[in-house]
């Protein structure tokens, strides 16, 4: 079972939260001039990497708030929590500077 | 129930050749469907300068991995067709293969416990029947007749109100589909290559030309993608993105028991769905994982939900104890269909996002994959499964009828 921060409650059980899939996903700044596959895009496609992925959650039996968590999609390790209006984080470089 | 004893496992049923450095067409994936997918390129189309590269051990994947159970009960025309077409080929592979893989067809039972519930499956029996695909909708009293351990009591939390039936529907041996698909194969001189992992790709402009892998480069006329839960990130490496999400799905199995279950038993609302081994081992999956992951393992709180529904509509199964639990990863698709189509590289081939049903599929996947990328073009089967519905808008929402929650 996952762990997860909430940026509000603090650290809680996976089951507390529901899952809102990519984060930083941006509504078209001028969706009249998309084509279809721009829409399509927008719509239906998205990332799906082995490792770090920016994601929504949202705490269903808590604040209900939305935030977001930076998990890697392969050892499932919580790597950061953040708030919708905070910048994904950086992620420490192995090798370099902490 | 059968009391069949399980068909020995062969000592040799392929070869283990050196990867040559060129192949007309190259499948990525050692899965039911690559395996499928070179089996017909051979049979159906005559070409066999073809290799299979898996980059673990030949159907390790999810088709190690999968409950087995086939049916071809969806929704849609489009659906409907190739699923049928799947279960057509099933009912025949076993002779056509000479390899009795205990193919059995005990039917499936598609649980409804709500009013919704039961809306959706008189549309999808009768969507069904018009399609050609044999199916019923039971009340509670006959379902308790087709599968008599089953609780149909009113006093549950989720009483069952009825079911679709499909009487074609069952299980197979998985390991011992792949490997008679392998070994007729490779009789047709279809080259499988173990341990061989592909890392990347060799384009000419837009054209595959080749790929690279951890046993050197091997140039190839065409490329077939069949990677499951990997699409994406084999697809990536080619500048194809595709809309796929890969989630862990798991499963486990009980000890033996003595033949008790004889048919198989879905539920989409309580999430959980049953079958009996030929052993006697009671096979159950539940849902997928609500997030994207790669691990191959899924979360104990699903276990728990999917255990809790199990005994409260079976609930001879309290004191089973569960002997083994794993995960496989799927990649699921917006609408719940899967892809196979052409892609914007010119020679490169994708068959993904079967999800969490794509071992039913397994021979209709195949045959089409294998006419796509022996012709350029889709068969008429695959031809609604191309990539371009998620710009168009011709989805195919099988949401419903997929059955696994996602
Ligand atoms: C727990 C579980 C239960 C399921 N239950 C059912 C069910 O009851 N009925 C049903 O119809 N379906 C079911 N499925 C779904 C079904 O297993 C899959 O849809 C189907 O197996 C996918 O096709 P495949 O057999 O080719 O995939 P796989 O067997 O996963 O084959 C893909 C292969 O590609 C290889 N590969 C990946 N990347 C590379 C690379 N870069 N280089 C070389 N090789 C690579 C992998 O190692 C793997 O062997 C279930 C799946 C799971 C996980
Ligand atoms: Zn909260």
Same mark, same amino acid.
């Given at each position: ?27 078209? #700044? ?46 499932? #390790? ?21 | ?36 997918? $070179?089996?017909?390129?051979?049979? *159906?189309?005559?070409?066999? *300068? ?13 088709? $190690? ?20 077409? =799947? ?37 999808? =029996?009768?969507? *069904? ?25 009113? +006093? ?27 070994? +007729? ?31 050197? +480069? ?8 069949? @990677? =499951? ?15 796929? &999400? ?10 033996? %028991? ?17 079958? &009996? ?28 939900? &999917? ?71 889709? %068969? ?18 099988? %949401?419903? @009828? ?5």
């Amino acid at each position: 079972m996952l762990l997860i921060s909430c940026p509000w409650c603090g650290p809680r059980d996976e089951t507390e939260y529901h899952y809102g899939g990519q984060a930083h996903v941006r509504y078209p #700044e001028t969706p009249a001039d998309l084509d279809d596959r721009q829409w399509a895009e927008y719509v239906f496609y998205r990332d799906n990497p082995k490792g770090p992925f920016a994601e929504r959650w949202v705490h269903s039996t808590g604040c209900r708030r939305w935030f977001n968590v930076l998990r890697d999609t392969v050892t499932y #390790e919580v790597l950061a929590s953040y708030r919708l209006d905070e910048p994904r984080p950086e992620l420490p470089q192995a090798g370099g500077n902490r | 129930m059968s009391t069949e004893p399980l068909p020995e496992h062969p000592d040799f049923l392929w070869r283990n050749p050196e990867p040559r450095s060129s192949y007309d067409v190259v499948i990525v994936g050692a899965g039911g469907h690559g395996l499928a997918t $070179a089996y017909y390129l051979a049979k *159906n189309h005559g070409i066999t *300068n073809v290799a299979v590269l898996e980059k673990g051990w030949l159907a390790g994947g999810n088709m $190690a991995r999968n409950t087995t159970i086939i049916r071809s009960n969806y929704l849609w025309d489009e659906s409907a067709a190739i699923y049928e077409h =799947a279960l057509k080929l099933w009912e025949r592979l076993p002779e056509e293969l000479d390899y009795d893989f205990l193919f059995s067809q005990r039917g499936v039972l598609n649980l409804a416990h709500t009013l919704q519930d039961v809306r959706e499956g008189t549309r999808r =029996a009768n969507a *069904n029947r018009l399609n050609g695909v044999d199916a019923e909708w039971l009340e509670p009293d006959e379902v308790a007749k087709v599968c008599p351990i089953l609780n149909v009591s009113p +006093r549950t939390r989720y009483p069952v109100l009825g079911a679709t039936f499909q009487p074609r529907a069952g299980i197979a041996k998985h390991d011992h589909v792949a490997w008679a698909l392998a070994r +007729r194969a490779d009789e047709l001189g279809v080259d499988l290559i173990q341990g061989c992992e592909v890392t990347g790709f060799l384009k000419d402009g837009d054209r595959v030309v080749g790929v690279e892998t951890n046993l050197g +480069r091997i140039n190839a006329g065409r490329v077939g993608l069949a @990677a =499951a839960g990997h699409s994406s990130v084999l697809a990536e490496r080619a500048g194809v993105r595709l809309p796929v &999400q890969s989630y862990p799905l798991q499963a486990l199995v009980s000890e033996l %028991h003595e033949p008790v279950h004889p048919t198989v038993v879905m539920s989409n609302h309580v999430h959980v769905y049953v079958s &009996q081994a030929h052993k006697g081992e009671l096979v159950m999956g539940a849902g997928v994982d609500s997030y994207n992951g790669y691990g191959q393992r899924g979360s104990f709180h699903v276990i728990e939900h &999917q255990m809790a529904a199990a005994v409260e509509l079976f609930p001879i199964f309290a004191r089973a104890h569960v002997l083994r639990t794993w995960g496989g990863v799927v990649d699921v698709t917006p609408d719940a269909s899967p892809i196979i189509s052409t892609t914007p590289v010119e020679n490169l081939y994708v068959n993904c996002g079967w999800g969490t049903g794509g071992f039913k599929g397994t021979p209709a996947a195949g045959w089409t994959f294998a006419h796509t990328i022996a012709t350029g073009e889709p %068969h008429p089967l695959n031809a609604p499964f191309a990539l371009e519905r998620f710009t168009t808008g011709a989805l195919i929402d099988e %949401h419903g @009828a997929a059955a696994v929650a996602h």
